[in-house]
């Protein structure tokens, strides 16, 4: 099981951190991505690490804005956002892939077909 946590309501050029913990298993086994989806569009990912944490890869838009790593001894990964952007709002969610690394062609990045998936948390940015 994963557990997000971590959102909240936050102004335009704002930080939050969310994160992302297993319990039952794990996440040194696996690959960690988060994904996001705003009101009325399709869930989209937003950056992953691999099961490594020596690569990572993110979406253009969050690029040098948002930074994820992991603490496989705290069984948690994270998601540093700063500047934060109303275009940013969405809820997000974490998953678990157990793939080695995820590229943007794999079924979990590309059609959100990821092994394990966390609840979601809501990420507000005002203007």
């Known amino acids: 099981q994963l557990q997000a946590s971590g959102g909240g309501l936050v102004q335009a050029g704002g930080s939050l951190r969310l994160s992302c913990t297993a319990s039952?298993?794990?996440?040194?086994?696996?690959?960690m991505a988060w994904f996001r989806q705003a009101p009325g569009k399709e869930r989209y990912f937003v950056a992953t690490?691999?099961?490594?944490?020596?690569?990572?890869f993110y979406t253009d838009s969050v690029k040098g804005r948002f930074t994820i790593s992991r603490d496989n001894a705290r069984n948690t990964a994270y998601l540093q956002m700063n500047g934060l952007q109303p275009e940013d709002t969405a809820v997000y969610y974490c998953?678990?892939?157990?793939?080695?690394?995820?590229?943007?062609?794999?079924?979990?990045?590309?059609?959100?077909?990821?092994?394990?998936w966390g609840q979601g948390t809501q990420v507000t940015v005002s203007s």
């Open positions: 998953a678990a892939d157990t793939s080695p690394y995820l590229s943007i062609s794999s079924k979990c990045l590309r059609y959100s077909i990821c092994d394990y």
């Open positions: 039952g298993r794990t996440i040194s086994s696996y690959s």
């Open positions: 690490i691999s099961r490594s944490g020596s690569t990572t």
